[in-house]
């Protein structure tokens, strides 16, 4: 059973950056692809990126491409989202999520995690 707990969220303004941060317990070495999901009020929660149990692999959502990096360093049980040159559409509280394989097939699709963080604020304001 993984646990994951999302911090690095606040108030920033447009054009600046932020690092979410994710732990997750029980890491399996790299058997565990994760997520970054956002939902902002009134909509749907949406995929942001997914990075490969290994960390080779990342994907991103078109609206964050260029701007944001997943990364991840198994060995301190530890997923980052680094987002950078922040605008307000990217206000919403961000999620992790874990997939129970490595690979991030599937990726945008809630139905393919089997655990989540309880997510974390990120208000992109002036």
């Known amino acids: 059973q993984l646990q994951l707990v999302e911090s690095g969220g606040g108030l920033v303004q447009p054009g600046g950056s932020l690092r979410l941060s994710c732990v997750v317990s029980?890491?399996?070495?790299?058997?565990?692809?994760v997520g970054w999901f956002r939902q902002a009020p009134g909509k749907e929660r949406e995929g942001v990126s997914c990075i490969s149990g290994s960390g080779g692999l990342t994907t991103y959502a078109d609206s964050v491409k260029g701007r944001f990096t997943a990364s991840r360093d198994n060995a301190k049980n530890m997923v980052y989202l680094q987002m950078n040159n922040l605008k307000p559409e990217d206000t919403a509280v961000y999620y992790c999520?874990?997939?129970?394989?490595?690979?991030?097939?599937?990726?945008?699709?809630?139905?393919?995690?089997?655990?989540w963080g309880q997510g974390t604020q990120v208000t992109v304001s002036s």
């Open positions: 029980a890491f399996t070495l790299d058997f565990n692809a």
């Open positions: 999520a874990a997939m129970s394989r490595r690979r991030c097939s599937s990726w945008t699709d809630l139905t393919e995690y089997d655990y």
